[in-house]
């Protein structure tokens, strides 16, 4: 008797909880399985209709998301290896038909414990790292772009230091936010920022190497955003400038960030030409590198503030 009693109540009791777990959200935790189905799911655009005034249909796209469990090494930016099927399966989504002609941001998330720069820079490391790997599954540059939040935005905000904080959420770009989007990003110019100071550009200097000269934006001096930017390579003769080696290290956790620059540059011999660059306001560093075909390196330290 006292089994048959308690069996109806427990039976209540999990009608109960399956039925308030219907009107939770789907992708309301972090999600460390998902198939390329699922995730062209939870992104694809959805367009509610509207109408203007003359009449015709406007499309709306909304920005979608989706917390992902990708799992590091503890306190690095080393991927490992139990993740990698998500990531996979997250690039061939990419890929599809569904989400093919969209552009995504990858947002590394940390947990509460650390100094918020420490974690600034390790969720910004862990969102490159994702984007490094996603580009190697054919992925193009120019639709990813990395931004650490560290713990800025907490998943479970009264739970601080809970796992569930740490996960890596990829968004959609709206046609806007693609096209203005920074050649770095907000985040990373404030964790530069408040960092200690890591780039010289003091080396010393090696005979005969080339010089690098930056004739726009006309340094010193403000310069607003969106800017283009011209840098000449002056080589010693005979010898000629390598385009392939040149490099772009921003701020003072010198993060390279020369294939995002190639996205909007021209690298040629003579020098790099960039029509438009879009920088958020604040202070930057930019330490530029180029080697000539004797093997010469030269660096040269471009300091600027935009507003």
């Known amino acids: 008797m006292r089994h048959s009693a308690i069996a109806p109540f427990a039976l209540r009791i999990f009608l109960a909880l399956a039925i308030v777990s219907l009107h939770l959200?789907?992708?309301?935790?972090?999600?460390?399985?998902?198939?390329?189905?699922?995730?062209?799911?939870?992104?694809?655009?959805?367009?509610?209709?509207?109408?203007?005034?003359?009449?015709?249909?406007?499309?709306?796209?909304?920005?979608?998301?989706?917390?992902?469990?990708?799992?590091?090494?503890s306190g690095k930016a080393s991927l490992q290896d139990k993740s990698k099927p998500l990531l996979d399966n997250l690039a061939q989504a990419m890929k599809g038909e569904r989400l093919k002609d969209m552009k995504f941001k990858v947002e590394g998330h940390t947990d509460a414990q650390g100094s918020a720069s420490s974690n600034d820079k390790?969720?910004?490391?862990?969102?490159?790292?994702?984007?490094?790997?996603?580009?190697?599954?054919?992925?193009?540059?120019?639709?990813?772009?990395?931004?650490?939040?560290?713990?800025?935005?907490?998943?479970?905000?009264?739970?601080?230091?809970?796992?569930?904080?740490?996960?890596?959420?990829?968004?959609?770009?709206?046609?806007d936010d693609a096209q203005n989007a920074y050649l770095v990003s907000p985040a990373e110019v404030q964790a530069s920022m408040g960092a200690p100071v890591r780039l010289s550009g003091k080396a010393v200097p090696v005979k005969d190497a080339p010089a690098i000269q930056v004739t726009v934006p006309v340094l010193p001096g403000p310069v607003k955003s969106p800017t283009p930017i011209t840098v000449k390579f002056l080589p010693t003769a005979p010898s000629n400038i390598k385009p392939d080696s040149f490099r772009v290290l921003y701020g003072s956790f010198e993060i390279d960030i020369t294939k995002r620059l190639l996205n909007v540059a021209k690298v040629t011999e003579q020098g790099v030409q960039v029509s438009e660059a879009a920088l958020p306001n604040g202070k930057h560093k930019l330490l530029l590198e180029v080697e000539d075909t004797a093997g010469r390196k030269a660096s040269r330290l471009v300091e600027f503030e935009v507003n």
């Open 122 to 175: 390790l969720s910004l490391e862990r969102a490159q790292t994702v984007v490094h790997y996603i580009q190697q599954k054919q992925i193009a540059l120019d639709r990813l772009m990395a931004e650490g939040k560290g713990f800025r935005e907490l998943l479970v905000p009264d739970k601080p230091q809970a796992m569930e904080n740490r996960r890596v959420r990829i968004t959609t770009l709206n046609s």
């Open 25 to 73: 959200p789907l992708w309301a935790q972090p999600l460390s399985k998902a198939s390329v189905a699922d995730i062209e799911q939870q992104l694809a655009p959805t367009a509610p209709a509207t109408r203007s005034l003359n009449g015709t249909r406007n499309l709306v796209p909304q920005v979608r998301s989706i917390d992902l469990v990708i799992q590091f090494d």
